[in-house]
């Protein structure tokens, strides 16, 4: 029988689900002919398809010594090295594909996909946009690309091709990326009930199960979360990512003994991507951390820093801000049109990650007349796009010398318009988007009564619960306390010359003081976007908010100081930090 032949026998098999069978065709013929570069790659492909990617990937590699001009075997064996874990010789073959045949989407979305599996997002994102132009109804290409753009922070956007890809398929993969784009955006209902649909599809599928636990988690129901993870973890199905969730969870639980042996079990025998080795490292941390083992806490999360992509550029980070600050000195911001908005309902809370921006939202949105709307990207997105608004190929900041007052409107309308949208009827609309420190002067500009609120807390516990926290690889300053020196120092010295420049508008609030003192800080802070007094600011742990940041289960908690002073359990392994930031603290 012919090759050609053998492979449609096969085919039929696999089709039916007659895989053994089909494998025994596909063998016996490669006992007649082994140089077949057809046959070597159709076996390779069903294998792939039975989870036998190490074995797939041996016979693929045969194929493509046979047929080194051939994109398709490249694009099958960058699938298996992927799928085995070898994904810098995925990566390889993938460039290989697209070298050979470069209007084959299928090899653009490979190289792709495993470009976003080692974090290296704009490259990922480029080759994406290439299949994307390619395959333009593809429900993989687009769910990929939500996932790059999610993983950078670009939540709307990320939530825009998540849509477009369950409109061409409504699968489990894709309804999981729409759930996660809509929690990541405040969304927990939404998102809740398209994990369950996703679920219902594939009941063990492990983006699925995570959505879901951390929806019921945003929501408050902790319980639910434990219950949807607890039969996924002890199974075979279980993953890195997973098992570091459930981890989590159960960090002030009796049990979590035997939740770190496992973790460790699993890190000792298991394979795993960069990022679910970070996510599991990082929850093993955690669980030593809340037994006390600070030496083992710290490594476990040196280890899972490790893991990051080392994408930060200290140099550059530094010139960027001091770049602000020059641009934004007292001739340009007298200078810069004033918007003609008297609309007083933007509560902007700014400061670094792990700061207390979360605390300060849920206060403040405790009030009946305010509300929260999380980690906002847009306004950064739109203040990013002036040039474009300008027709001006000066990059932003330097092209706010041609700043007009029409453009500047603009902006402040659309942000207004999606205040509208997510917080309709409030008086007051709290966005904690920590990096809007960077724009602070634009902002000011936008919304003339707009509130400014600094938080601040210890630079030592910023610094290491950023450190100690599985952030996106948006904030890549984390990897290291030499990258979250400079990062620190920076942020510091814009916030100096936004105080100077803003005087009392910048209202400053901080974590300590807050805990301290809760009554007259949360009243200071109310009173300082308008607002009259009320109690209810107080109980904000008893709203039915849901919240998606880091700090989602300790907003469910009254205020507590067990945070404050948590460097000093780890002071023996920060002398690097401590040294940096001794000029702060």
Not at 125 to 145: I, W
Not at 549 to 573: L, N
Request: aromatic letters at 6%; glycine letters at 8%.
């Amino acid at each position: 029988m012919k090759s050609l032949q053998v492979i449609s026998s096969a085919r039929a098999l696999a089709a039916s689900d007659r895989f053994a069978e089909a494998e025994r065709v596909l063998r016996a013929a490669l006992g007649h002919d082994a140089g077949s570069a057809p046959l070597l790659q159709e076996l390779g492909g069903l294998l792939l398809r039975t989870g036998r990617a190490r074995e797939a990937a041996e016979l693929l590699s045969r194929a493509a010594r046979l047929r080194p001009d051939s994109a398709s075997i490249q694009v099958d064996l960058a699938r298996a090295f992927g799928e085995s874990g070898q994904l810098g010789s995925s990566v390889a073959c993938a460039e290989r594909a697209t070298r050979l045949s470069p209007s084959d989407g299928g090899a653009w979305r490979e190289l792709g996909k495993r470009l976003h599996t080692l974090g290296r997002l704009p490259e990922a994102g480029a080759a994406l946009a290439r299949a994307d132009s390619l395959l333009s109804r593809d429900a993989e290409v687009k769910q990929l690309r939500a996932a790059g753009l999610h993983a950078a922070g670009r939540m709307h956007e990320a939530l825009d091709f998540a849509r477009q890809a369950v409109s061409i398929r409504r699968g489990a993969t894709e309804l999981s990326m729409l759930g996660l784009a809509l929690l990541t955006l405040g969304h927990a209902d939404e998102a809740l009930a398209a994990f369950d649909e996703a679920l219902r599809l594939s009941p063990e599928h492990a983006e699925a199960v995570s959505g879901k636990a951390r929806a019921a988690e945003s929501l408050g129901n902790r319980s639910l979360a434990i219950e949807t993870l607890a039969p996924v973890v002890s199974g075979p199905a279980c993953t890195n990512a997973l098992l570091a969730q459930y981890a989590l969870l159960c960090a002030r639980s009796p049990a979590r003994g035997a939740v770190i042996d496992q973790c460790r079990a699993r890190l000792r025998d298991f394979g795993g991507n960069p990022t679910s080795t970070m996510q599991l490292r990082m929850a093993l941390g955690a669980l030593l951390e809340a037994e006390g083992d600070y030496a083992g806490a710290f490594e476990a999360y040196r280890a899972g820093k490790e893991c990051y992509p080392r994408t930060f550029d200290a140099a550059e980070h530094t010139r960027r801000l001091r770049e602000l600050a020059e641009v934004f000195d007292a001739r340009t911001l007298s200078a810069l049109p004033r918007s003609s908005c008297e609309d007083a309902r933007p509560v902007f809370i700014v400061g670094m990650p792990r700061s207390g921006t979360t605390l300060l939202e849920q206060i403040l949105a405790g009030h009946p007349r305010a509300a929260g709307v999380g980690e906002r990207d847009e306004l950064l997105i739109m203040i990013d796009g002036l040039p474009r608004r300008l027709g001006v190929a000066t990059a932003f900041p330097r092209c706010v010398e041609s700043a007009s007052a029409e453009a500047l409107a603009g902006i402040a309308s659309e942000y207004l318009s999606l205040l509208d949208r997510h917080a309709p009827g409030a008086e007051r609309v709290v966005d904690k988007m920590p990096h809007n420190f960077l724009v602070l002067g634009v902002i000011a500009s936008l919304f003339p009564r707009a509130t400014l609120v600094h938080s601040k807390r210890h630079p030592l516990d910023t610094c290491f619960s950023c450190f100690a926290t599985p952030l996106t690889v948006a904030h890549n300053y984390s990897t290291s306390q030499a990258n979250l020196v400079v990062a620190y120092r920076a942020y510091r010295g814009l916030m100096e010359h936004w105080k100077s420049a803003l005087g009392e508008r910048l209202v400053e609030m901080e974590y300590e003081r807050l805990v301290a003192e809760p009554e007259p800080e949360s009243r200071r802070l109310v009173l300082s976007t308008g607002l009259e007094w009320d109690d209810g600011c107080l109980r904000f742990y008893e709203g039915n908010r849901s919240v998606v940041t880091a700090s989602a289960s300790q907003v469910r908690r009254p205020m507590y100081d067990s945070s404050i002073g948590r460097w000093k359990k780890f002071e023996p392994y920060l002398s690097e930090l401590i040294e940096g930031l001794k000029d702060y603290v």
